[in-house]
């Protein structure tokens, strides 16, 4: 199943173009959702190509990074909501500290 | 079974490609839920039910509700009704049903065949030998990495009386 691979590969350059091209901070994190989703489709495809469990070891180590990652991400955007009253990463890039 | 595999694999694209481009955050959200439930299928026509599995319950159940946690609590006001009424037209989510419908075909398909993809399944049982034996360290990492997401999300969470001095 080398399509796997290819699905993956797929998958993961909308994600990239995702966070390249939105500038709302929602869906860039959606996007990095997307780009995670991505790599462990590829561990998957990879794992059963192998008839291997590693694979998917793997992916479950990816799902843990990727809801530690969502969750920080979320407080990050309320917090920052909350603050700026705007989710524009083009304004939000003028911020002083 | 190969068909399944590409059929998942389409809806999979489109429906990341629908994702990606949509204005409005919850429409997005409805694609992005039918991505993952597609990748599901996936992960179970590759002979992974238990990454299957997780996919549904933790991607598509907790993260994306996560998400929706976030976007309806960003726009809470008096006009939340009407936008309730004007983002659930037929228009908007007849999209993210009928390709979770050719999911649920697909998946009805693969029961009624009988089979559970390919020739080689790896099964929970696997995974949880390897889980615990040779990869408990990342186990640990894994449940560290948890424990730090848990406390930083709390202390951002919090709201503090001046919003300017944080």
Do not use: C
């Not at chain 2, 992960?43 to 509700?65: C, D, K, Q, R, S």
């Amino acid at each position: 199943m080398d399509y796997g691979l290819l699905v993956a590969a797929i998958l993961f350059v909308l994600g990239l173009v995702g966070v390249l091209v939105r500038r709302n901070l929602i869906f860039v994190l959606m996007s990095i959702e997307i780009m995670l989703n991505a790599v462990g489709l590829a561990f998957v495809a990879a794992g059963s190509r192998f008839g291997e469990a590693d694979g998917q070891i793997m992916f479950i180590l990816v799902l843990t990074l990727a809801a530690a990652e969502v969750s920080i991400g979320l407080a990050l955007i309320l917090r920052i909501f909350y603050s700026f009253k705007t989710l524009d990463a083009d304004t939000l890039s003028r911020m002083r500290g | 079974m190969e068909i399944t595999f590409y059929v998942a694999s389409v809806i999979a694209i489109i429906s990341t490609l629908m994702a990606i481009t949509r204005i409005n955050a919850v429409h997005a959200l409805l694609y992005l839920v039918v991505s993952l439930l597609s990748v599901a299928l996936i992960f179970f026509t590759l002979g992974a039910p238990f990454a299957a599995v997780l996919e549904v319950i933790i991607y598509a159940g907790a993260i994306m509700v996560l998400f929706i946690f976030v976007v309806m609590m960003l726009n809470l006001g008096e006009e939340t009704m009407r936008l309730e009424r004007q983002w659930l037209t037929t228009g908007i989510w007849i999209g993210p049903v009928i390709l979770a419908a050719v999911l649920l075909i697909e998946l009805i398909y693969m029961l009624g065949a009988g089979a559970t993809g390919s020739a080689l399944t790896v099964d929970a049982k696997q995974v949880g030998i390897l889980l615990f034996g040779p990869y408990l360290l990342a186990v640990e990492l894994a449940s560290m990495l948890l424990l730090a997401g848990l406390v930083g999300a709390y202390y951002l969470g919090k709201r503090d009386h001046g919003e300017e001095e944080a």
